[in-house]
T-cell receptor
Framework: KAGVTQTPRYLIKTRGQQVTLSCSPI?????VSWYQQTPGQGLQFLFE???????NKGNFPGRFSGRQFSNSRSEMNVSTLELGDSALYLC??????????????FGPGTRLTVL | GDSVTQMEGPVTLSEEACLTI???????????LFWYVQYPGEGLQLLLK?????DKGSNKGFEATYRKETTSFHLEKGSVQVSDSAVYFC??????????FGSGTRLLVRP
């Protein structure tokens, strides 16, 4: 079974631009989560979707948004990019709809660099 | 809120040495606990998990026991290999559909 795939793997943008990252979950997984990983802040939760509904959102500004499609694929968008948005963005998918047994499988990430 | 605290790294060991990476958590409910590993340039891989108190997760020679009385989930391995060099993350999963991660511990195993 194919794992979580993320595209693109690397991205370079300039301040003020916007960016869209894509994630395809493992087949059959309906929950998709996004995390930001930086050296200073570590791994921080962005949002989680299940059956096209956002169930939880982390403490990020409104410039960060996401959505999930009917085939469970997900996209996240960052508008008006700032230098501090440079990070590895990780997508994870989960089979279960339960939060407690939230065994998540991660993709390789998208490395975003903002110049 | 819920949180996870891991020991600071890096941890440097010689091959075949014993490994312990400490992890403690704070949670209001009854979370699941996980260890993830990240190799350079890659995403996170689930190493092991435990979903209730006294559960022991194990995989690839690594073990961790869910200790409710000490709110801990320490990662252990009896004999490390060079290929175990990576960053290890302890994580907590609760009913809010997210994982809360510790800061990560870098392990370097020398031949």
């Amino acid at each position: 079974k194919a794992g979580v795939t993320q595209t693109p793997r690397y991205l370079i943008k300039t301040r003020g631009q916007q960016v869209t990252l894509s994630c395809s979950p493992i087949s059959g997984h309906r929950s998709v989560s996004w995390y930001q990983q930086t050296p200073g802040q570590g791994l921080q939760f962005l949002f989680e979707y299940f059956s096209e509904t956002q169930r939880n959102k982390g403490n990020f500004p409104g410039r960060f948004s996401g959505r999930q499609f009917s085939n469970s694929r997900s996209e996240m968008n960052v508008s008006t990019l700032e230098l501090g948005d440079s990070a590895l963005y990780l997508c994870a998918s989960s089979l279960t709809s339960s939060g407690i047994y939230n065994e998540q499988f991660f993709g390789p990430g998208t490395r975003l660099t903002v110049l | 809120g819920d949180s996870v605290t891991q020991m600071e790294g890096p941890v440097t060991l010689s091959e075949e040495a014993c490994l312990t990476i400490n992890c403690t958590y704070t949670a209001t409910g009854y979370p699941s606990l996980f260890w993830y590993v990240q190799y350079p340039g890659e995403g996170l891989q689930l190493l092991l998990k435990a979903t209730k108190a006294d559960d022991k997760g194990s995989n690839k020679g690594f073990e961790a026991t869910y200790r409710k009385e000490t709110t801990s989930f320490h990662l252990e391995k009896g004999s490390v290999q060079v290929s175990d060099s990576a960053v290890y993350f302890c994580a907590l999963g609760d009913s809010s559909y997210k994982l809360i991660f510790g800061s990560g511990t870098r392990l370097l195993v020398r031949p």
